[in-house]
Structure formats: C-alpha cells, structure tokens
C-alpha cells in the first residue's frame, strides 16, 4: 500500500466554504472512479489543506498522477488550489498497527 500526502493552499480568492464544496465534488465525481484508491482524508493545516489519500499499489499512485491533468472533473478542482503551493509526497506502507479500544 501507498501513503500520498498533498499539502496545498487554495487560489486566491477562493473561500473555505468553496474549497470545501469543491473537495466534496472531487471526492464524487474523480476519487470514486480512481482504480486501487482505498481512502482519502481532507484537512485543514495551519497554512492551508491537506489531502491523505492510501492507494493499493505504486502503479494505481503512478496511473493517476499520469491521467491527472487530462481529466475534466481533477482539473475542476485543481483550478481551485494554488499550483506554486502545492507538495506531494509517497510513502509506502511497510506494517499497519491496529488498536481495538
């Protein structure tokens, strides 16, 4: 499994609540159809948002990060955040922990 982490920051002029509109939209209409995406996570950082998402393989990772910028309903959200702030990282998942509490 694959740990992706994206920090970003909205577009000027862009407001919490259509940031949060748009994540919505994003999660509906392109994460839902992305092939080996298990979760994604939307955060609020000090600084800005955060998306945690957890992919099956590298290759599922590799695949959308290939298609991204060629899909309608990405790039409709990706107008919303401001490209020059923008980090993404990949971790793989060596051993999870659960705790039952």
Do not use: H, P
Request: aromatic share 12%.
């Amino acid at each position: 499994m694959i740990i992706e982490i994206t920090t970003y920051k909205s577009a000027e002029n862009i407001s919490n609540e259509a940031i949060l509109l748009a994540s919505e939209t994003f999660n509906k209409d392109y994460c839902s159809r992305c092939k080996g995406l298990i979760s994604r996570q939307f955060l609020k950082t000090d600084d800005g948002y955060m998306d945690i998402f957890l992919w099956k393989s590298k290759g599922d990772v590799e695949n959308v990060q290939r298609t991204f910028m060629q899909d309608e309903d990405a790039l409709k959200f990706a107008k919303m955040i401001d490209s020059t702030r923008l980090t993404m990282k990949n971790y793989e998942v060596i051993k999870t922990y659960s705790f039952n509490k």
